[in-house]
Structures are given as C-alpha cells and as structure tokens.
C-alpha cells in the first residue's frame, strides 16, 4: 500500500448505527486530519492530530468521535448520525501538523463516502 | 475569518487552449498557497505549491503569486479534456491548518 488509504469506500448507516472510519498513512508523516467535503460547501476541517495528540477540533458535534493511536493511523468513531452528515469523509497527512512552509504538503487519502438514514 | 474565494464555474475552454484559475485570500499573513485536481466523486491530488511571489512552472501548469494583490492564479497551457475536473484554491498563514476555497469547475471540451 501506498500513500494514505481509507476504509470503507462507502458506508450506509442507519441514525441509530455505530460504525466506524479508518485512515492509513504509509508516508512516514507525523500529522494526519479529517475532513469533511459536502455538496457546493468547501472542504471543512474537522480534526488535526499532531505526533498522536489533538492540536484542532473545529467545533465538531460529539457524535464524531476521532481516535489517532499512532502517527499512521487515525479513526473517526461515528454515532447517532443525522441525515445532513451524509457527506464525503477525507483523511489527509502532512509531514507535520502545521501547513505552511515548503515540503509540508498535505496528501489526501480516496475518501469515504457515508450516506445517512 | 479566514476566506479564501474561488468563481465557482464551470469554466469553459477548448482543447489546446490556456486554461486561467483564480483565488484571492483575504489572510495578507499567508504563507503557503497550493493548488488541488479533484475529479468527480474523487479526493483531492496536490497539482502545485508556491511560496514566493512570481510564477513557478510544472510541465503544463504555471502557478502565479501576488501577495501584495492577495491573488494566486494557476495556467493550464494546451488543456486536455482530462484536465477536466474542480480546482481547489487552499491557502497557510504558516503555522495553521489550510483554508480551501470552494473550488472552480473546469470543462476542456474536444
């Protein structure tokens, strides 16, 4: 595997299901993120995790519940969803947990793409 | 606020033609400006990055930076219809997260 990867692809749940997301880094960077890109709405950034540790939460409804167990891997647990959270789910990695300066790029993995009942 | 715009299209070219994206930002203490291809139904690939004012050329892209302007443009020379795609604007104060701009639809048509 290469690059930053995410499972699943796609995901149906009912309001009442707990499922969850999981992100891959195979790029040896110390940040990885959560996005969130709905229709006609720019990306929205919804977690920042820097070697391990939650730098950003921007204002995220509790029923998003991210984890970061190491720099490669991170998971958004997801319960009591609403229908407007339908939405495609991105994860990114960046060498480190800022975005400025030259080869601090941030990667994006294919993305989950959750539909809500 | 942080904001950075983009017109959301579609624009519209023919093949073979230069293709002109652009992004203004309202943070004069950005830092790092980049440029993402998103396909339909796909996630963002990182196309270009620029960091100082002027232009920077890759193959047939050429990023251009004015920060006194606030303006970040990208040229897509000779367009393919697989250039085809949204073109996100996403801009760094440095030691911040990126803000993505909404994107602007390209269509190359043959």
């Known amino acids: 595997e290469t690059g930053v990867t995410q499972t699943p692809r796609h995901l149906v749940m009912g309001m009442t299901n707990k499922k969850s997301l999981k992100c891959e880094q195979h790029l040896g960077h110390n940040a990885m993120y959560w996005y969130k890109q709905s229709a006609k709405k720019p990306l929205e950034l919804m977690f920042v995790?820097?070697?391990?540790?939650?730098?950003e939460n921007n204002s995220v409804p509790s029923r998003f519940s991210p984890e970061c167990p190491n720099s490669s891997h991170l998971f958004l647990h997801l319960h009591t969803l609403q229908p407007e959270d339908s939405a495609l789910y991105l994860c990114?990695?960046?060498?480190?947990?800022?975005?400025?300066?030259?080869?601090?790029?941030?990667?994006f993995g294919p993305g989950t793409r959750l539909t809500v009942l | 606020q942080k904001e950075v715009e983009q017109n959301s299209g579609p624009l519209s070219v023919p093949e073979g033609a230069i293709a002109s994206l652009n992004c203004t930002y309202s943070d004069r203490g950005s830092q790092s400006f980049f440029w993402y291809r998103q396909y339909s139904g796909k996630s963002p690939e990182l196309i270009m990055s620029i960091y100082s004012n002027g232009d920077k050329e890759d193959g047939r892209f050429t990023a251009q930076l004015n920060k006194a302007s606030q303006y970040v443009s990208l040229l897509i020379r000779d367009s393919q219809p697989s250039d085809s795609a949204t073109y996100l604007c996403a801009v760094s104060s440095g030691y911040s997260t990126l803000t993505f701009g909404k994107g602007t639809m390209l269509l190359v048509s043959p």
């Open positions: 995790y820097n070697f391990k540790e939650q730098t």
């Open positions: 990114a990695s960046s060498q480190e947990g800022f975005s400025g300066g030259v080869d601090n790029e941030q990667f």
